[in-house]
C-alpha cells in the first residue's frame, strides 16, 4: 500500500476530528457530573428545609398540648 500525501492528510484530518469528540465528549460528561452534584445538593437542602418544618410542627404540636 502507498502512502501518499493525500492518504496521510486524510489520517491526520480524521485522528484529529476523533480526538475534538473525544474532549467534548468528556467535557459533556463533566458537566453532566457537575449538574447532578448540584441537584442532589439542592434536594438535600429541601430535605432540611422540610426535617425543620417537621420539627417546627412538632415544637407546635408539643407547645399546644402543654397549654
Do not use: P
Not at 459533556?28 to 434536594?43: F, K, M, P, Q, T
Not at 415544637?59 to 402543654?66: C, N, Q
Amino acid at each position: 500500500m502507498k502512502l501518499s500525501g493525500a492518504r496521510i492528510l486524510q489520517f491526520l484530518r480524521r485522528t484529529r476530528i476523533s480526538a475534538v469528540t473525544h474532549n467534548t465528549s468528556m467535557c459533556w460528561e463533566r458537566e453532566e457530573l457537575a449538574a447532578s452534584g448540584l441537584i442532589a445538593a439542592a434536594s438535600g437542602l429541601i430535605a432540611a428545609v422540610s426535617g425543620l418544618i417537621a420539627a417546627a410542627s412538632g415544637l407546635i404540636a408539643a407547645a399546644s398540648g402543654l397549654i
